[in-house]
T-cell receptor, first 113, second 114 residues
Framework: QKEVEQNSGPLSVPEGAIASLNCTYS??????FFWYRQYSGKSPELIMF????GDKEDGRFTAQLNKASQYVSLLIRDSQPSDSATYLC?????????????FGTGTQLKVEL | DAGITQSPRHKVTETGTPVTLRCHQT?????MYWYRQDPGHGLRLIHY???????DKGEVSDGYSVSRSKTEDFLLTLESATSSQTSVYFC?????????????FGSGTRLTVV
């Protein structure tokens, strides 16, 4: 079993709709959870992090965490064509080596006009 | 921008040759990481550093070595490049310690081994 699992997609949503991206993780010791966005040919950029159960909102983005179910999700409201990218879920366990992030393989999101 | 640069941006090299990739940061961050990204595998940790001369292995370290002789530079060396090491390599820095601190990534190095 992979440590961090994501559906590779592509996930296609119409412009203006809510995009829902999901991620499960296997290590119950995971403490912080991150969502990165990666445009084709570019490096990943951090868009959200969450470490407490529940929801965290930032603009059009909402991260949701359920540690009991080992599940983290990202909702994107009012999806725009510029949101079309690959979204990477990452989890970390604090160690002596600082934050070591383990990444999922990413979900490709396509927002259609 | 967190001031992290990678060089070179692109490189083509022959099988069996050594290759060194450089990551340079300007903000004195303690933790630095090297990842490779491949289709179907996502980002995988090669090596990381938690200080000058302090490094450790990640999940895909075979065939790679690293060095960090000063805070700002973290070098990744492919000792004898193989075609399986054709990949995009990303350097990352840890923006802080504790919960909630993620990474900032460099622009990446696209390496092709022929």
């Amino acid at each position: 079993q992979k440590e961090v699992e994501q559906n590779s997609g592509p996930l296609s949503v119409p412009e203006g709709a809510i995009a829902s991206l999901n991620c499960t993780y296997s290590d119950r010791g995971s403490q912080s959870f991150f969502w990165y966005r990666q445009y084709s040919g570019k490096s990943p950029e951090l868009i959200m992090f969450i470490y407490s159960n529940g929801d965290k909102e930032d603009g059009r983005f909402t991260a949701q965490l359920n540690k009991a179910s080992q599940y983290v999700s990202l909702l994107i409201r009012d999806s725009q064509p510029s949101d079309s990218a690959t979204y990477l879920c990452a989890v970390n366990i604090l160690t002596g080596g600082g934050n070591k992030l383990t990444f999922g393989t990413g979900t490709q999101l396509k927002v259609e006009l | 921008d967190a001031g992290i640069t990678q060089s070179p941006r692109h490189k083509v090299t022959e099988t069996g040759t050594p290759v060194t990739l450089r990551c340079h940061q300007t903000e004195n961050h303690r933790y630095m990481y090297w990842y490779r990204q491949d289709p179907g595998h996502g980002l995988r940790l090669i090596h990381y550093s938690y200080g000058v001369k302090d490094t450790d292995k990640g999940e895909v370290s075979d065939g790679y070595s690293v060095s960090r002789s000063k805070t700002e530079d973290f070098l990744l060396t492919l000792e004898s490049a193989t075609s399986s090491q054709t990949s995009v390599y990303f350097c990352a820095i840890n923006l802080g310690t504790g919960e909630g601190y993620g990474y900032t990534f460099g622009s990446g190095t696209r390496l092709t081994v022929v």
